[in-house]
């Protein structure tokens, strides 16, 4: 029996959807009618999506209100310390990608083509660093992609396709978006030749992926699987113009200074060039690096020519690394006084605890990425102890690093 009490007649209901406050969490009131929880929550959603379409669009783009490479490189600056070659190359490059995307259709035949970018550099010198600050900055799909699970077509592994399919999904399957996107392919040394000489036999994760790679790179239509995975007959696959999408690879190419260092020696004959090699500069080869040297580590000559801006990353020197610690906007440092801020907690350190975390960084040689492990390692106990303790302020010293490291090193050395 229906209940038309005066009670339920006066109840309060989602102008919306339609149900009384007692059967939803709560009711915002406005002048004429209310909403509820849920209602709002979808609203929102439905705004949230409206806008990206809107306001992601490359069409809305304006070459006046575009970041100049001088203004791209100052907001890199704030993030990585150094690195001001690779700055410069990947500042320009991106510039020149929106320029190329506004270029106007002229009556002069002269269309601006994209050049795909190469950084090499070893391990935790702020490639991959690099290319998740600038897509902070970007007005266009971004994604970073890894190339070693990638497989040549039909082995197990993902397909070279599969780099697309992020970069749509990215772009909300926006494929005219996608089509103008940025991807930058990490750990492009992986899928090196295994040998110096073609293989006869299949190199499924390296040669067979280059040869894969050429037709993204050169710029043509591929078909994208859009949830990724294998093609199947029936899966209905997205087509996707790459002419327009920029590819800038990353990779440590560890060794390639042996063969930087062959091609300078073997170019010394007679008095002239032995004069001119003086000059190099053997603790830093990678500043000599040149396209011939990514041939003989095993790229084949028709990746490296479809990636015709090669820039280096320097390894990181004492001065770079301390400065990594402190100075930029997500130090390593600060992160950590965050943690325990959070907890209530003012973390400071003496000054002589940052040149001992630099030492050990050096003596590891595992770059920036060293620093976080070694800060770790120092730090692992307070964090653990400090939430159960009512204390205001810690201070580390250099004596409190050094046990925490000696402990450390002692308790591998035990289980070894």
């Known amino acids: 029996m229906e209940d038309k009490s005066p009670k339920n007649k006066n109840k309060r209901r989602c102008s919306f959807c339609g149900r009384s406050e007692d059967e939803v969490g709560f009711l915002i009131t406005g002048v004429n009618g209310c909403i509820c929880d849920s209602c709002s929550e979808q609203a929102h959603e439905i705004v949230q999506e409206a806008m990206r379409h809107k306001g992601s669009g490359a069409d809305d783009l304006n070459l006046d209100d575009l970041p100049k490479p001088k203004e791209i490189k100052d907001f890199l600056d704030q993030y990585v310390i150094g690195q001001d070659d690779a700055k410069r190359y990947l500042s320009v490059a991106v510039y020149n990608h929106y320029k190329r995307l506004l270029q106007p259709n002229t009556k002069d035949d002269v269309e601006i083509e994209k050049s795909n970018i190469i950084m090499v550099g070893s391990t935790g010198t702020g490639k991959t660093l690099l290319a998740r600050t600038i897509a902070k900055l970007l007005h266009v799909p971004f994604t970073i992609v890894d190339a070693t699970v990638l497989t040549e077509a039909g082995y197990v592994g993902e397909d070279i396709e599969s780099i697309l399919t992020r970069l749509l999904q990215v772009a909300d399957y926006n494929v005219a978006e996608a089509e103008r996107g940025i991807v930058f392919i990490d750990e492009i040394d992986k899928i090196a030749r295994k040998g110096d000489n073609p293989s006869i036999t299949r190199d499924v994760s390296g040669e067979g992926v280059q040869q894969g790679l050429l037709k993204l790179l050169e710029g043509s239509i591929v078909n994208v699987p859009p949830q990724g995975g294998r093609k199947h007959p029936e899966q209905k696959l997205i087509p996707v113009n790459t002419k327009n999408i920029?590819?800038?690879?990353?990779?440590?190419?560890?060794?390639?200074?042996?063969?930087?260092?062959?091609?300078?020696?073997?170019?010394?004959?007679?008095?002239?060039?032995?004069?001119?090699?003086?000059?190099?500069?053997?603790?830093?080869?990678?500043?000599?690096?040149?396209?011939?040297?990514?041939?003989?580590?095993?790229?084949?000559?028709?990746?490296?020519?479809?990636?015709?801006?090669?820039?280096?990353?320097?390894?990181?020197?004492?001065?770079?690394?301390?400065?990594?610690?402190?100075?930029?906007?997500?130090?390593?440092?600060?992160?950590?006084?965050?943690?325990?801020?959070?907890?209530?907690?003012?973390?400071?350190?003496?000054?002589?605890?940052?040149?001992?975390?630099?030492?050990?960084?050096?003596?590891?040689?595992?770059?920036?990425?060293?620093?976080?492990?070694?800060?770790?390692?120092?730090?692992?106990?307070?964090?653990?102890?400090?939430?159960?303790?009512?204390?205001?302020?810690?201070?580390v010293t250099l004596q409190y690093a050094e046990e925490q490291m000696n402990k450390a090193n002692l308790s591998r050395l035990q289980t070894a």
């Open 246 to 395: 920029l590819f800038i690879c990353g990779g440590a190419f560890d060794g390639i200074e042996r063969k930087i260092a062959q091609r300078l020696n073997t170019h010394v004959v007679g008095y002239s060039a032995a004069k001119e090699t003086v000059n190099i500069d053997r603790a830093n080869m990678m500043q000599y690096i040149a396209p011939q040297d990514l041939k003989s580590f095993g790229l084949i000559p028709e990746i490296i020519g479809r990636l015709p801006i090669l820039t280096y990353l320097n390894p990181l020197d004492r001065t770079a690394l301390r400065n990594i610690l402190t100075e930029p906007k997500n130090s390593i440092i600060k992160q950590y006084i965050k943690l325990f801020e959070m907890d209530g907690v003012k973390l400071e350190f003496d000054p002589e605890v940052f040149e001992y975390i630099v030492d050990k960084a050096i003596e590891y040689k595992l770059g920036a990425r060293g620093l976080r492990s070694i800060v770790e390692t120092i730090m692992i106990d307070t964090m653990f102890e400090i939430p159960s303790l009512n204390v205001d302020k810690f201070v």
